[in-house]
């Protein structure tokens, strides 16, 4: 059982390039989030999706689209990329019921 | 907007004394608050949780006070060990914004021998 699973999990941009992250998780779990952790703010939502087909925004959703094509998957896309953008991700998934969210290794990316 | 934050970024404890953590909320109408506990260069895992209906709830070696009167939840860790050396988050589901998760800044607990 991997749980959730982040892809890649280091990468380099260059500011105005274009990349997306992916979060699986084989939990079977209806909820998923993005998040970007930067020092001394915490965890940051970005966008959460509750079920296949559905996104929804979170506190800091400029910049970046998501898509959950299936249950399964997450995925976090920057169209152009930005330095204000240079943070650790992580993606995290739960059940519908419960508050328990399993998270990723994170993702750490780097816009120059 | 409203948040959840904690009190102090950083709280420092010897090994065997007892830990308390604090978070100060402003969102009300939150159907739950959770702890998580982040580990350097991994992804928070999750401690324990309340129901906005509970004031207490004890895990193993932790307890979660709820206080809805001042807005204030805190996390007592007994007995603290150098493991639970960690980033200490305090988290909220806004029942007006679904099933949303939203975090706090965190406390660095450290632990000496």
């Known amino acids: 059982n991997a749980g959730v699973t982040q892809t890649p999990k280091f990468r380099v941009l260059k500011t105005g390039q274009s990349m997306t992250l992916l979060c699986a998780q084989d939990m079977n779990h209806e909820y998923m989030y993005w998040y970007r952790q930067d020092p001394g703010m915490g965890l940051r939502l970005i966008h959460y999706s509750v079920g296949e087909g559905t996104t929804a925004k979170g506190e800091v959703p400029d910049g970046y689209n998501v898509s959950r094509l299936k249950k399964q998957n997450f995925l976090l896309g920057l169209e152009s990329a930005a330095p204000s953008q240079t943070s650790v991700y992580f993606c995290a998934s739960r059940p519908g019921t419960g508050t328990e969210a399993f ?7 780097t816009v120059v | ?18 830990s308390i953590i604090n978070c100060a909320y402003s969102n009300s109408a939150s159907d739950y608050f959770i ?14 949780d309340i129901r906005s209906n509970m004031d207490k709830r004890q895990g193993q070696r932790v307890t979660v006070l709820l206080n809805k009167t001042v807005k204030h939840l805190s996390l007592q860790i007994a007995a603290t060990q150098p493991g639970d050396s960690a980033v200490y988050f305090c988290a909220e589901t806004p029942s007006q ?11 660095t607990l450290s632990v000496s021998s």
């Open chain 1, 103 to 109: 998270f990723g290794q994170g993702t750490r990316l």
């Open chain 2, 1 to 18: 907007g409203e948040s959840v934050g904690l009190h102090l970024p950083t709280l420092s404890v010897q090994e065997g004394d007892n």
């Open chain 2, 35 to 48: 702890w998580y506990k982040q580990e350097s260069g991994k992804g928070p895992q999750f401690i324990i």
């Open chain 2, 97 to 107: 914004a679904g099933t949303a998760l939203i975090f706090g800044k965190g406390t």
